[in-house]
């Protein structure tokens, strides 16, 4: 089980730096708008100061530690690595990557963003090792609203949605675009992900990812 549990961190990890990847590239395109918490992030950015990614940072570390207040439950240390790793490397990308001025460059940065975002989350959700900062708010209304996934999700992007445009934050068509259409580039790349990582540490059955959490 320790080449099961060392490719699964190599997944988890690798996965959060593909997902900051592709969240730095619909800020090179932000033209044409960008994710909700991204805008967020970057309407903070711009009245504040600091970084995106700190701000991804701070914000993760508001809701982590009032979701673990209302679910009396200490999250999972991939939680808090969660929360740092892609707050950082998203720094990290927009440093690396040049600005692009054109239309039709901003254009592809974003669908090739969105497209490497979704297969990062696939990446870094595959193995199992703790939800992000924002998918434990949405676990959280669910339980104590009763709302289905769809309904919470909807309404949490929403309301940052608004409060980042109120900031300043690039909203346009690419942000509803990703409301829209991330979950089912995610729910493609998802499967795709789990195959991966079963054929590299050659196990037959998914459920040795919820049997071994290691975290």
């Known amino acids: 089980m320790r080449n099961l549990l060392a490719w699964r961190w190599i997944f988890f990890v690798g996965g959060m730096m593909i997902m900051s990847l ?11 708008g960008i994710g909700p918490w991204d805008v967020l992030h970057v309407g903070l950015f711009q009245n504040i ?26 999250p999972r ?12 490397f998203i720094d990290f990308f927009n440093w690396l990557l040049p600005d692009v001025t054109s239309l039709a460059a901003q254009g592809l940065c974003f669908i ?17 090792l703790g939800a992000g900062p924002r998918d434990s708010l949405m676990l959280l209304i669910v339980d104590k609203l009763g709302w289905s996934l769809r309904t919470a ?18 909203v346009g068509i690419g942000t509803l675009f990703v409301v829209l259409f991330i979950g089912q580039f995610i729910q493609i790349a998802m499967p ?24």
Do not use: H
């Open 77 to 88: 240390w991939g939680t808090w690595l969660n929360m740092l790793v892609i707050g950082l």
């Open 153 to 170: 999700r909807t309404t949490i992007e929403a309301i940052v949605t608004l409060a980042g445009f109120l900031l300043g934050g690039p």
């Open 112 to 128: 090739i963003g969105v497209l490497v975002m979704a297969y990062g989350v696939g990446i870094y959700v595959s193995p199992n």
């Open 22 to 32: 592709g969240i730095s590239l619909t800020i090179k395109g932000q033209r044409f």
């Open 192 to 215: 795709q992900c789990k195959k991966l990582l079963l054929w590299i540490t050659n196990q037959d059955d998914e459920k040795v990812l919820l049997r071994y959490k290691g975290a």
């Open 49 to 74: 100061g600091l970084t995106i990614g700190s701000w991804s940072i701070l914000t993760g570390l508001l809701i982590v530690t009032v979701s673990s207040l209302a679910l009396k439950e200490w």
